[in-house]
């Protein structure tokens, strides 16, 4: 089928889901805002490797993708919170779907079914195992 097909630019839903929820830390920042509201400051310690830059361009991303709200507060310093919106909660069920797989995908690596694509110089997860669970 052509892209056309579908009446809209992607080639099929899947690309279409991809979009928004695709590269490296979209799919992490929904995973850390399904417990709840998080500030700027707090998505940027449970994603320490991400830059500033990219975190707000992919935060930006999200909100235009109607995933996510920012809300702004007009305070001395500036306060910004970001939430997941009713649409973006319907990730729920495909972010815990990744979580356990990532899980099972963790497991080949540490016994040698699986090849670990990480660069050897980052050792442990990429966020703490307390933090996992919801």
């Known amino acids: 089928m052509k892209a056309n097909d579908y009446g809209c630019p992607y ?69 910004v919170e970001y939430s997941l919106t009713e649409f973006g909660r319907t990730l729920e069920p495909i972010l815990q779907a990744m979580l356990e797989w990532g899980e099972v995908y963790e497991k080949r690596i540490e016994t040698g079914v699986s090849r670990n694509r990480r660069s050897p110089q980052v050792k442990g997860p990429l966020y703490p195992a307390s933090d996992r669970r919801l």
């Open 11 to 79: 080639g099929c839903p899947v690309e279409a889901a991809l979009d928004v929820v695709g590269g490296r830390w979209k799919a992490v920042i929904l995973f850390h805002l399904l417990d709840g509201t998080k500030r700027f400051g707090d998505l940027r310690r449970f994603l320490s490797k991400v830059t500033q830059r990219m975190l707000t361009l992919q935060l930006r991303q999200l909100e235009e993708d109607g995933v996510i709200s920012r809300k702004v507060y007009a305070e001395v310093p500036p306060r």
